[in-house]
């Protein structure tokens, strides 16, 4: 079991403290809940509260200190009580790209993989009459997901190192990203209207 040292609340209140736009909100709402989601889903639901705090903290410095993403980190996870397991496993996410911390733990190996996905995800979603997830098929994701102008910004090369991480097919990780995202998409959009 990992000690978190950070409840919800605190951590909430510290992705607020470095994150005000509501873009940057709606993705850490929306990796914590896929976490928890994935967390679940993988038989560790006992440990779904700090996959998800995981996911909510992961992009922590991102706003305002894109230079240092994933280094900035560790200092303010640290100045407010995170664990060192805690600040590993939420900076192991930038591997490759601003960190050489490699992700070894499931948790860790699931983040890599879906945060980027995420983004895919919900701008496949805005394209769509209905604005939402909950009615996008596979296969339509993975037109957008082959179409490398659309969304140019989500690395589909992270996408499939971190399938390959987990040793998934590229279509299990995007089928089950997908299903954590339809399934927490009202409570997503709740958070996003409480912290506006």
């Known amino acids: 079991m990992h000690e978190s040292k950070l409840s919800r609340e605190q951590a909430v209140a510290l992705l607020k403290e470095y994150n005000k736009e509501p873009f940057h909100l709606q993705h850490a709402f929306t990796v914590e809940a896929v976490m928890k989601w994935f967390a679940k889903e993988l038989g560790f639901e ?4 700090y996959w998800g705090t995981v996911g909510l903290l992961h992009d922590l410095d991102f706003e305002m200190y894109p230079e240092e993403h994933c280094v900035k980190a560790q200092e303010l996870l640290k ?57 996008m098929e596979l296969k339509s994701l993975k037109k957008k997901f082959k179409d490398k102008k659309f969304a140019a910004g989500c690395s589909r090369d992270v996408i499939r190192s971190g399938a390959e991480l987990l040793g998934w097919e590229l279509d299990e990780l995007l089928n089950k990203t997908l299903a954590a995202m339809q399934a927490n998409e009202d409570e997503i959009v709740a958070q996003c209207e409480a912290h506006q």
């Open 46 to 49: 006992a440990e779904s509260e």
């Open 79 to 135: 100045e407010a009580g995170a664990g060192e397991d805690m600040i590993y496993s939420i900076c192991c996410h930038g591997y490759g790209l601003c960190i050489d911390w490699e992700p070894k733990e499931l948790m860790e190996k699931v983040l890599y993989a879906s945060d980027e996905l995420t983004g895919l995800i919900g701008a496949a979603a805005l394209m769509r009459p209905s604005k939402s997830t909950k009615d």
